[in-house]
Every structure is written in structure tokens, then in C-alpha cells.
């Protein structure tokens, strides 16, 4: 696909299926989007609040408050050591950073974007804004002389799977060997299910077990969106490679990217407090535990979706007749079609809808399922 040349956006094609599904007297049970519903933390909200009187511009480093939190928290809550500040930087978003990093690194044409095979569209769509080629490729032998950026997805959106230890290693390796900038998503590591990651931490690219030490063109990028309910903060950072942060930031200084200081004063209280994490964490689990059980009993199997905030599901059909299939019960889920070309009988269901809905569509499918 050319530069410029953008597809149509996929989640239009769903009218159809929401008409379905808020046809249903009980009402619609909207899982295709991973939007939290929960209240944001009062801790982050209070901090918002202070931090009001704004008058001057933020800089685009952000303050230094803020990246000696994202510092800590790394070190706490990732088992990464040893960052700077010089080593981080808020974002607005981790969408907006996935969608711009092509062009923050300097890509173009005749440059390639690896991303994995179920892949959050953004990877792809990074790529086609600055005219280069997207690959969707999950081994390392696979991927081409050429890449200039690899994206690796762990816990993965939309599937839920993890990678190991030693398959970062080999991942970041082979992207050395290549001369390509590899990039950890982590957005969901908190929220760790089945398996090992029940009682692990999911582990990070930056992990001192990954790099030796040495970050150089390493970057890992992480949100607050689901684990403090902060999706409209647009409350996101990366880290990781000094030289990248040097440049991204020296490129985000001249489109003036930057941002706004209250909600930076909102991030340090949220990275600093880890007991509505906590909290949140468990209201999903609860939630997951419900949801996978009835799909279950409604003949769905739930691949990998060992941690993350959604559910894999299939009955080997193709996804957009499991979503017509799911709409007549008024649930709304999200084809795996979206998510590249690999998956085509697939479905991602979300677990950010409240208890009282996630009941419902517990009741739908189990209604099914004994009748």
C-alpha cells in the first residue's frame, strides 16, 4: 500500500452487527473494544485536580518528577535497573506513538516493518504513513534483511500471548544481527492469567536477562490505559535506548508534541500507587473467569490469551459468522480479520465491560448452550 493511499477503517464494516446486537431486549454487551469502563483511581483524579494552573507550556522531555516515577517504576514492577531519565519519555498515548514511530526513527521507502502475525492494526498503518512496507512475521529466521523496525507485542492484543525470556533474547538477537530498532508493546504486562504468568511477571524486552545490559536500539512502550482506568488521559511513555530518545524527543520538539503538565502530575500519582492496580487487576480477573466459561460451554476454545484484557476465541467458523452468531445474543465482539490475514476464524472479545454486563453475556451463552 502506497503512502497515503489508507485502507477504509475496519471498525466501520461493524454497523451491521451493533444494529444486531442493541436489538436485543436485554440490550448490547459491547466486548469489541478494550475501552476500561471503571472510574478512574480517585488518587490520579485528586492529582489532576492540583495540577490545574497550567499556564505554562509543558516541555516535551516532560518533568522531571514524571521521569524519575517512570524510572522507579520500571525498576519495581518491570525488573528493569539502571534507567536514567535521559532513558525515558511521556507520550500522548501509546497509539500515537505506534502510529508515529516509523516516522520518528526516520523511515521510508523501501524500508520494512516487521509486526506479529495477530497484530494490532497501528503497527501497519505506522508503516504505510511513511510509504514503507509492513511484514507480519512472529520468527526471528523470518524476518528479512531490510527490517528497520520490529514490533514485538507481549502480552499480545489481540491474542493474549507472552513471550518468554528466552524468545525476546532470540528476537532481539536477530534484530541486532539485522542493524533493526526492536520495540517492546507492554501495555498489558500487569495483567498476567493462566500458566506461568499466574504467578510471574510477564517479562520485559528491557530485562537486564534480555540485554546484557546493553539497551542499544531496545525501546519499550507502556500505557496506564487499563491498569489505572486512564484511556481519556492519554497517559503513555516509552524507554529504554538513549540515542532513540535523544532523537525521537529532538523530532517531537519541532511538531510539538507534547504533554499537557496536569497529566503528568496525574501519571506520578498513578505509577507511584500500586494498590488500585491491584484492585483493578482482580475486578478483570473476576470478569475473564466468568466470560471464559461461558464461551467455553457455548462451544468457543480460547487460544493462548494466557494474560492481557481479552479473550481469543474460535469455533472454527469463519469470525464474521461467529459475530453474527454472538450478535443475535446481543454481544458485540471484534473479527479476527482485523487483525491481519492469519486469523480469519477468530474473535476478540473484551473484558472492559462491568460486572452487571459480563453477567449478561454470561447468561446469553449459557442459555445457549443448555438449550
Avoid at 492469519?342 to 473484551?350: A, D
Amino acid at each position: 500500500m502506497a503512502r497515503g493511499d489508507l485502507p477504509d477503517y475496519p471498525w466501520d464494516l461493524m454497523g451491521p452487527y451493533r444494529d444486531r446486537a442493541e436489538s436485543h431486549p436485554g440490550g448490547i454487551v459491547d466486548l469489541s473494544i478494550g475501552s476500561p469502563v471503571d472510574p478512574t483511581p480517585v488518587i490520579v483524579r485528586e492529582a489532576l485536580a492540583v495540577a490545574t494552573d497550567a499556564h505554562a507550556y509543558p516541555t516535551t522531555v516532560g518533568t522531571a518528577e514524571l521521569r524519575a516515577e517512570i524510572v522507579r517504576w520500571f525498576e519495581r514492577r518491570r525488573g528493569v535497573p539502571g534507567l536514567t531519565e535521559a532513558n525515558v519519555l511521556p507520550t500522548i498515548g501509546s497509539k500515537e506513538l505506534v502510529a508515529l514511530l516509523p516516522f520518528l526513527l526516520g523511515l521510508g521507502e523501501g524500508d520494512i516493518v516487521v509486526h506479529p502475525r495477530a497484530a494490532y492494526p497501528s503497527y501497519e498503518m505506522g508503516a504505510v504513513l511513511v510509504g514503507a512496507t509492513a511484514m507480519a512475521a512472529d520468527d526471528p529466521a523470518d524476518w528479512p534483511v531490510g527490517a528497520r523496525l520490529i514490533w514485538l507485542n507481549s502480552p499480545g492484543n489481540p491474542d493474549g500471548g507472552v513471550l518468554t525470556i528466552e524468545e525476546l533474547r532470540a528476537a532481539r538477537a536477530r534484530a541486532r544481527e539485522l542493524g533493526a530498532v526492536i520495540v517492546g508493546d507492554e501495555c498489558y504486562a500487569e495483567l498476567g492469567w493462566e500458566g506461568r504468568w499466574a504467578d510471574e511477571p510477564v517479562p520485559s524486552l528491557l530485562d537486564p536477562a534480555v540485554t546484557d545490559g546493553d539497551r542499544r536500539d531496545t525501546l519499550v512502550i507502556y500505557s496506564l490505559s487499563k491498569q489505572s482506568n486512564m484511556a481519556g488521559y492519554r497517559a503513555a511513555f516509552m524507554a529504554g535506548c538513549r540515542t532513540l530518545i535523544e532523537r525521537i524527543t529532538s523530532v517531537r520538539k519541532h511538531a510539538g508534541l507534547m504533554l499537557p503538565q496536569p497529566l503528568q502530575h496525574a501519571m506520578v500519582a498513578a505509577l507511584g500507587d500500586e494498590v488500585h492496580v491491584a484492585e483493578q487487576k482482580e475486578r478483570y480477573r473476576a470478569r475473564r473467569g466468568i466470560l471464559k466459561s461461558a464461551l467455553e460451554d457455548a462451544g468457543f476454545r480460547i487460544d493462548r490469551s494466557e494474560a492481557g484484557l481479552y479473550l481469543w476465541a474460535t469455533e472454527g467458523r469463519d469470525a464474521w459468522d461467529s459475530l453474527g452468531r454472538l450478535a443475535d445474543l446481543g454481544i458485540l465482539g471484534g473479527p479476527g480479520h482485523f487483525y491481519g490475514v492469519h486469523f480469519p476464524e477468530h474473535v476478540r472479545l473484551s473484558l472492559t465491560a462491568s460486572d452487571e454486563r459480563i453477567s449478561a453475556a454470561a447468561e446469553r451463552l449459557q442459555a445457549v448452550a443448555s438449550g
